[in-house]
């Protein structure tokens, strides 16, 4: 088994180089709210069936702080039936925000990236910035984003930060102690210069950028994905150019899965993707991820069948507890999640459960928003 725990350790030493290097070198922007805003915003939203979250998106969006004359909100309806489209539509009698409603023509498997394109198409401004209808944003993100790009004139893609907001239930902070992980990793990798994790809820780029490579051409067959694969293209364009928002002014935060089935098919959803990104690292960490996951729920078999000793098994829970603990430590002075302690016990040992599960779900066909996708296929309807 040395083989293996050599492995193991491999695994978990480029993760912890990654938090490291977040926690002492990548440095949080800093804006000055005095100053006065430069540039202009298309802000994206892609819905379908929304009509609960989206209220409360508009309410955020019409408290932004930021000239009204230098952003527009885009939204591209994606065949949504439970209302949401009337109230975008009743919502824009009421509002003096400058809206321009879509309708998602279906030119591939995936949604997102299809309202996306359309919307970049009509978009007012060259710098594009996508967030979720169930997206809490702050007053300050887009001056926020603002004073990044007068920093970074040159930046064509900027990842912005993802907070999971957890109601008090276990599904819930597991979620949410999984979020902050990601962040970590996420930023770490954008210091090392090796990024291979965004998310789509806060993302920004410029339609020069956008239109250079293409869009999303070659990986349109993939159902999700509109942030991966389009940070995958820019950094191999111009990787100096793509940079991690590190504000918490620019912090985005949504809700959690209600349910731990519907976490397990978000996740799949998500780790679908994986097989069609090209970045090594991106790949190495996930498999060791998964490893180390499967190792943990089969270590007290192994152990019992002779085939591993106490030694290794207590050395394996040790070193997973340990950068468990330590990406949410990190976390924490940033997202400011000081939560995360609670649970945290239980969350470690049923995660690598959830682990296993989501890797299974992500070989099937499933549902998504009423639709039925899977991996690199079109999606249905």
Same mark, same amino acid.
């Given at each position: ?56 998106? /508009?309410?955020?969006?019409?408290? /932004? ?116 992980? /990601? ?81 397990? @098919? ?98 099937? @066909? ?16």
């Amino acid at each position: 088994m040395t083989w293996l725990y050599t492995i193991v350790i491999i695994g978990y030493a480029m993760l912890i180089l990654l938090l490291v290097k977040e926690a002492l070198s990548y440095q949080r922007n800093k804006i000055n709210l005095l100053s006065s805003p430069v540039y202009g915003f298309s802000v994206v939203v892609n819905y379908r069936n929304e009509s609960k979250n989206l209220p409360h998106l /508009l309410t955020c969006l019409q408290q /932004l702080d930021y000239p009204s004359h230098l952003w527009e909100l885009i939204l591209v309806n994606d065949g949504s039936d439970d209302g949401s489209a009337e109230l975008i539509d009743s919502f824009k009698q009421k509002t003096k925000l400058n809206m321009l409603s879509l309708t998602r023509l279906q030119e591939s498997a995936s949604a997102k990236k299809d309202g996306i394109q359309q919307a970049v198409d009509h978009a007012q401004f060259e710098h594009i910035i996508c967030t979720d209808a169930d997206a809490h944003i702050p007053s300050t993100w887009l001056q926020a984003f603002d004073t990044f790009f007068r920093q970074h004139p040159k930046a064509h893609f900027v990842a912005g930060p993802v907070w999971l907001e957890p109601n008090g239930s276990l599904v819930s902070r597991l979620q949410s102690n999984e979020m902050i992980a /990601l962040q970590m990793m996420t930023i770490g990798a954008f210091a090392h210069r090796q990024p291979f994790l965004c998310n789509g809820a806060n993302m920004a780029f410029t339609r020069e950028a956008f239109t250079a490579v293409d869009g999303y051409n070659g990986n349109r067959q993939v159902s999700s994905g509109d942030d991966v694969f389009l940070l995958e293209k820019l950094s191999a364009e111009d990787l100096d150019k793509c940079h991690y928002l590190k504000d918490r002014h620019a912090i985005i935060s949504t809700s959690t899965k209600s349910s731990w089935i519907g976490m397990i @098919k978000q996740r799949a959803r998500w780790a679908q993707k994986s097989g069609h990104t090209k970045s090594r690292l991106g790949k190495l960490i996930s498999l060791q991820v998964l490893a180390m996951n499967l190792l943990i729920i089969a270590s007290p078999v192994l152990y019992f069948l002779n085939w591993m000793s106490l030694e290794f098994l207590v050395a394996t829970w040790t070193t997973k507890f340990f950068v468990d603990a330590l990406s949410l430590v990190i976390g924490q002075q940033f997202f400011e999640d000081r939560g995360w302690q609670r649970g945290f016990v239980v969350c470690f040992l049923i995660y690598p459960i959830a682990v296993a599960q989501i890797a299974l779900w992500s070989l099937r @066909k499933h549902q998504w928003h009423g639709r039925s996708v899977s991996l690199g296929r079109q999606a249905e309807g």
